[in-house]
C-alpha cells in the first residue's frame, strides 16, 4: 500500500456529471484509476463514460462497498452539505477539490471527518497521486514519474511544477499529496508527513509551503517527534509578501509576526530539513542525495522526453 492510495484504491466522484466531473471522470479512467461509480442528486441511473451515476453516497454504496474513497466536485455553496453526506455514508478518505469554500463550512467537515475517523484532504486542493497506480486529484498525471520521492505541498502550481522538474530530470515519485491552501484544511505537513515516515516505497520527502499559518511549523516539531532520518527538502513561498497582505492562497497571509518565512525557516532547519531557497535547488539537491545512494532515487518508469 502507498501512501493513502494504491492501485486497488476503489474510487468514487461526488459531482460527476457536472462539467468539471465529466473531464475528470475521463482523466480519472484514462490514468488507471479503479473508479467505480460516481454521485449526483437528480441523476441517477445516467453514466459518465461508463460509469454508473448514483442520486446518493449511501446509495452508491450499496452497490459497491468496498468504495471508501472520494474525490468531491461540486460548487462552494453545496460542498459542506455534498462532503457532510459522504462521511455519514461511510466514505473514509475525501479528497475536496473545491476552492472558495467558506471557512466555517471547511471548519464543519473537517469536525465532522475527526469525530467519524475519517481523512478530508483539501479543500482547495488538486489531490492526492501515486504515480503508476491510483490518483484521487486533477493534476496531468503524465508529469508524475514513478519514483520513490514523496510531495506535500500547500500549492498545486508549485507541485506540478516539482514534479516535473524531478520527473524531466530521471527522478521519480512515490505519492504527492496537495494538502490545499485554504485556511482550514483537513491535513497538514504534520500529519502528512507521518504518513510518508511510515511508506517503504518513500526515501526522500519534499515540502512546499508558502507565508501563513503554522503547518510547515507543525511539521518541524512531528519531524523531531517521531524522530524522522528521511531527508526532507523545503521550499517556502511568499519571501517577499508584506504583511497584513493575503497573497494567492485564503490561508496565505502573515499576521503578528506568525506564519513568516522566517519563522517556517527556522523551525525546519532546527529540524533537520534542508531548506532551499528556489524549486530549482531542490532538484540540484535531491541529485546529490541520489549519487550518495547509489541511485534509488531514479525512477522507475521512463521519463517525459
Request: include cysteine; proline fraction near 5%; charge should be negative.
Amino acid at each position: 500500500m502507498s501512501v493513502l492510495i494504491d492501485e486497488t484504491t476503489p474510487v468514487m466522484i461526488i459531482g460527476i456529471t457536472g462539467k468539471q466531473g465529466r473531464i475528470h471522470t475521463k482523466r480519472t479512467l484514462e490514468s488507471g484509476t479503479k473508479l467505480l461509480c460516481g454521485v449526483a442528486p437528480g441523476k441517477g441511473g445516467q453514466e459518465v463514460e461508463g460509469v454508473p451515476v448514483f442520486e446518493t453516497v449511501a446509495e452508491a454504496r450499496e452497490q459497491f462497498p468496498e468504495v471508501e474513497s472520494a474525490m468531491l466536485l461540486v460548487p462552494p455553496k453545496g460542498v459542506k452539505q455534498a462532503a457532510l453526506d459522504a462521511l455519514a455514508g461511510g466514505i473514509k478518505l475525501l479528497v475536496i477539490v473545491t476552492e472558495f469554500v467558506p471557512v466555517l463550512d471547511a471548519l464543519a467537515i473537517v469536525t465532522d471527518a475527526r469525530e467519524r475517523g475519517a481523512r478530508v484532504i483539501g479543500p482547495n486542493t488538486i489531490g492526492i497521486i501515486s504515480p503508476g497506480k491510483s490518483k484521487i486529484g486533477i493534476m496531468p498525471d503524465y508529469i508524475y514519474g514513478k519514483g520513490h520521492i514523496g510531495i506535500i505541498s500547500r500549492s498545486g502550481t508549485l507541485t506540478h511544477e516539482t514534479a516535473s522538474n524531478l520527473t524531466f530530470k530521471g527522478y521519480g515519485l512515490s505519492t504527492c499529496i496537495g494538502i490545499g491552501g485554504d485556511q482550514v484544511i483537513g491535513t497538514n505537513h504534520a500529519e502528512a508527513i507521518e504518513l510518508f515516515a511510515d511508506d517503504p516505497d518513500t526515501d526522500a520527502i519534499v515540502l512546499i509551503g508558502e507565508i501563513g499559518g503554522a503547518s510547515e511549523e507543525l511539521c518541524a516539531q512531528k519531524i523531531k517527534e517521531i524522530g524522522l532520518t528521511k531527508p526532507v527538502f523545503a521550499y517556502i513561498a511568499g519571501m517577499y509578501a508584506p504583511e497584513g497582505k493575503r497573497m494567492g492562497h485564503a490561508g496565505a497571509i502573515v499576521s503578528g509576526g506568525m506564519g513568516t518565512v522566517k519563522s517556517k525557516v527556522a523551525a525546519l532547519k532546527d529540524a533537520g530539513v534542508t531548506v532551499c531557497p528556489t524549486l530549482g535547488i531542490i532538484v540540484d539537491e535531491i541529485a546529490a542525495l541520489n549519487e550518495r545512494t547509489g541511485g534509488r532515487l531514479l525512477s522507475l518508469e521512463p521519463q517525459v522526453d
